[in-house]
């Protein structure tokens, strides 16, 4: 079993800032890229941005210069610091991470359960 647990979501006024974290636990050889992902209220899930585990990252266009996605490999945990937040980032944002549970196992993608991110004056 791999579990990924979010927390940091909430209600901020525009312009305000979040920071949301994911942590991986259970039987883990490896992760590999880990993610953030968000899904606005009738709307398809989207890419937020991705890190693997030598630091590479990208970042959609709509977030580029405002998130920031960071990661602790000992700790298996990934963050998003979110700055300059607009009504539109509001969304259910869903950690993601890659994981590969014994030495030459298969890597499987596993998701976090959501953390709600609401920006509103």
């Known amino acids: 079993q791999v579990q990924l647990v979010e927390s940091g979501g909430g209600l901020v006024q525009p312009g305000g800032s979040l920071r949301l974290s994911c942590a991986a636990s259970g039987s883990i050889f490896r992760v590999n890229a880990m993610g953030w992902y968000r899904q606005a209220p009738g709307k398809q899930r989207e890419l937020v941005a991705t890190i693997n585990s030598g630091g590479r990252i990208a970042y959609a266009d709509s977030v580029k210069g405002r998130l920031t996605i960071s990661r602790d490999n000992a700790e298996q945990t990934v963050y998003l610091q979110m700055n300059s937040l607009k009504p539109e980032d509001t969304a259910v944002y869903y950690c993601?991470?890659?994981?590969?549970?014994?030495?030459?196992?298969?890597?499987?993608?596993?998701w976090g359960q959501g953390t709600q991110v609401t920006v509103s004056s």
């Open positions: 993601n991470a890659r994981v590969i549970r014994i030495p030459g196992a298969l890597e499987y993608t596993y």
